[in-house]
């Protein structure tokens, strides 16, 4: 297909795509050139280097949003673990066990609308003992926080936020009423201009169109993230979407490769949902623009361990 191959050579050449042009890739019926042409991209701009990152549930469940995907929202009835801030012997030791399987990158993640007070201080003091006791990579998936807020975690040697936009504008909505992606943004943003690098993606398969995957794609492009992690919808029983049919494996590599064609130089982080894909879509995913993942156990369902996933980046070319 000409188009292919025209907005391929366009983005090895350093320009960009508009969002009809991205629709038109997403409409593609040689899907294999689409791929080839992804995995072009993926080897001109990425690194050899398979770039994983690990995460700890820093404080469980009771959350006040409605997120219809979230098995620790406290507005349904899941069987989701409630904890308080973890204790800075936990975090460390977790972080320690990482870095010896080879993992660089250490994230806290909390649930509730946003990390404040003495949870906040506490959290700040888990990343100092990090610095010290750790060589990681600090990063935080902590809520809509304010200037004031980064500014504390900055101090205190966080480098990364991540806040996912989740989905298209236009679905939002239909997932989550008590927040925006608005909010999101203005978190993100802010914490740009304090010096953070940024993390934001979102979660596909929760009843959007394919359309919609690549709005949410394309508006990504407003806060240029350097990690765009890619879930899969693991339907979780007592949450709205525990019903939710499966997307399928055709159109998560669709949605990779289109991404890829958007974010030529981001990483594309593989999160949660993908133990269920077969090993050989993982193994495409890859190839065509997957370049780094969320790796060990996740927040509300298990992954795949770090030895596997260092297996499987070996099995794809990378380091």
């Known amino acids: 297909m000409e188009l292919v191959e025209e907005l391929k050579n366009r983005v090895l050449q350093g320009g960009e795509i508009s969002f009809e042009e991205a629709l038109g890739l997403a409409a593609c019926d040689d899907r294999e050139q689409l791929y080839s042409a992804a995995e072009e991209i993926t080897r001109h701009y990425g690194k050899p280097e398979f770039n994983p990152c690990s995460i700890i549930n820093a404080r469980a469940g009771k959350c006040s949003e409605n997120c219809k995907w979230c098995a620790q929202s406290g507005h349904y009835h899941t ?3 409630v ?3 973890v204790s800075a012997e ?3 030791s977790q972080a320690q066990y990482d870095e010896k399987k080879g993992v660089k990158r250490f994230c806290q993640v909390t ?3 946003a990390v404040k007070g003495e949870a906040l201080k506490k959290i700040c003091d888990n990343y100092r003992r990090l610095r010290e ?13 304010e200037r004031e807020e980064l500014q504390q975690l900055w101090d205190a040697g966080m480098r990364r936020l991540h806040c996912n936009l989740e989905t298209a504008p236009s679905y939002f909505h239909n997932v989550c009423t008590t927040h925006t992606i608005e909010d999101k943004i203005k978190t993100l943003k802010e914490a740009k201009e304090i010096g953070f690098q940024l993390c934001s993606g979102g979660i596909i398969g929760m009843g959007e169109s394919r359309r919609q995957r690549v709005e949410l794609g394309y508006k990504l492009k407003e806060i240029e993230p350097d990690s765009i992690p890619i879930n899969i919808l693991h339907p979780i029983k007592g949450t709205p979407l525990e019903q939710t049919p499966l997307i399928d494996e055709d159109e998560i590599l669709l949605t990779v490769a289109i991404y890829r064609f958007l ?3 981001a990483e594309l982080r593989f999160a949660g949902g993908r133990k269920r894909l077969s090993r050989d879509t993982q ?3 890859l190839k065509i623009g997957i370049n780094s993942a969320v790796v060990g156990d996740l927040l509300t369902t298990v992954g795949s361990a770090i030895d596997e996933d260092r297996q499987l980046a070996l099995d794809a070319g990378y380091k």
């Open 79 to 81: 069987d989701s673990d």
């Open 283 to 285: 193994l495409k995913a």
């Open 90 to 92: 936990k975090v460390v």
């Open 111 to 113: 649930s509730g609308r």
């Open 133 to 145: 006791e750790t060589n990681m990579f600090l990063c935080g998936s902590l809520g809509l926080l």
């Open 83 to 85: 904890h308080g801030i």
């Open 263 to 265: 974010h030529p130089m």
